[in-house]
T-cell receptor, first 116, second 113 residues
Framework: ELKVEQNPLFLSMQEGKNYTIYCNYS?????LYWYRQDPGKSLESLFV?????AVKQEGRLMASLDTKARLSTLHITAAVHDLSATYFC????????????????FGQGTRLTINP | DGGITQSPKYLFRKEGQNVTLSCEQN?????MYWYRQDPGQGLRLIYY???????QKGDIAEGYSVSREKKESFPLTVTSAQKNPTAFYLC????????????FGPGTRLTVT
């Protein structure tokens, strides 16, 4: 059974600091997705990582993928309050890509709170 | 505007009643999905469909049913057999292309008392 684990699950930061959220998964995959969810809202796509060594950046967020280590990271640089949200990673291993439907397995989410 | 709509946004039902949640997309996507999210938890897959008139059970299909009569629509029925139906339900769709990214609707919050 595929498992996707995020850590930490809760993170409280000060504005201006840097931090990293980790996403580990238990089986081979070359597709990993990061989503953001605000309280009571839906999921918003942040990054799509499709190969080993992939790195994507958007503003103060940067995501990377190491398929050999089965690890993705989401790095936050000089955090600001607006980045407070829950962040999910999701993995699509090849054996779950069934006739193009592609099932995703989600991590538990990391609830990030950024304090002024 | 292209996107995914879900209705209603909030739904309240008495225990023992079936309820149907609507999901419509105008993105011309073939695959559609239903997820359930409980407070403080990740998403769990209920059902998915890759083409019209075909759908497959996800990880937690018991107590739920779906239909896919049109490409644009993928309604979910929460039956009285679902023991803990109170949750946030999210519909998603996926197009083709290299990313196979799933796009999510705004969600329906179902409360059963």
């Amino acid at each position: 059974e595929l498992k996707v684990e995020q850590n930490p699950l809760f993170l409280s930061m000060q504005e201006g600091k840097n931090y990293t959220i980790y996403c580990n998964y238990s089986t081979t995959s070359d597709r990993l997705y990061w989503y953001r969810q605000d309280p009571g809202k839906s999921l918003e796509s942040l990054f799509v990582l499709l190969s080993n060594g992939a790195v994507k950046q958007e503003g103060r967020l940067m995501a990377s993928l190491d398929t050999k280590a089965r690890l993705s990271t989401l790095h936050i640089t000089a955090a600001v309050h607006d980045l407070s949200a829950t962040y999910f990673c999701a993995v699509a291993p090849p054996f779950l890509i069934i006739q193009g439907a592609q099932k995703l397995v989600f991590g538990q989410g990391t609830r990030l709170t950024i304090n002024p | 505007d292209g996107g995914i709509t879900q209705s209603p946004k909030y739904l309240f039902r008495k225990e023992g009643q079936n309820v149907t949640l609507s999901c419509e997309q105008n993105l011309n996507h073939d695959a559609m999905y239903w997820y359930r999210q409980d407070p403080g938890q990740g998403l769990r897959l209920i059902y998915y469909s890759q083409i019209v008139n075909d759908f497959q059970k996800g990880d937690i299909a018991e107590g739920y049913s779906v239909s896919r009569e049109k490409k644009e629509s993928f309604p979910l029925t929460v039956t009285s057999a679902q023991k803990n139906p109170t949750a946030f339900y999210l519909c998603a769709s996926k197009g083709g292309g290299p990313t196979y990214e799933q796009y999510f609707g705004p969600g329906t919050r179902l409360t059963v008392t």
